[in-house]
């Protein structure tokens, strides 16, 4: 993804929550410290999407606190 590809910078998400489909919203504000995300690591240029999956996690459950704890019952 480039600014190009998303002007306004929000990116929708898709996923499905007990078999119902729900959309997330997310802007493109990473947490991190300087250039290095906190969480989730880029590689590339352009490979930002898995943080923006985790970015739409994080906030499905609440926080990215929440989700840095692990809890496999939470991905299935």
Known sequence: MTKQDN??????TRWLIDGK???????EWIPGS??????SKVVGDSDYWGIILEKAWAK????FMIT??????KVW
Do not use: L
């Open 60 to 63: 499905i459950h609440g926080n």
């Open 68 to 73: 840095e704890a692990g809890w496999h019952t």
């Open 7 to 12: 002007e306004a910078h929000i990116y929708v």
């Open 21 to 27: 489909p729900r959309f997330v919203a997310v802007d």
């Open 34 to 39: 300087g250039n290095t995300p906190s969480f």
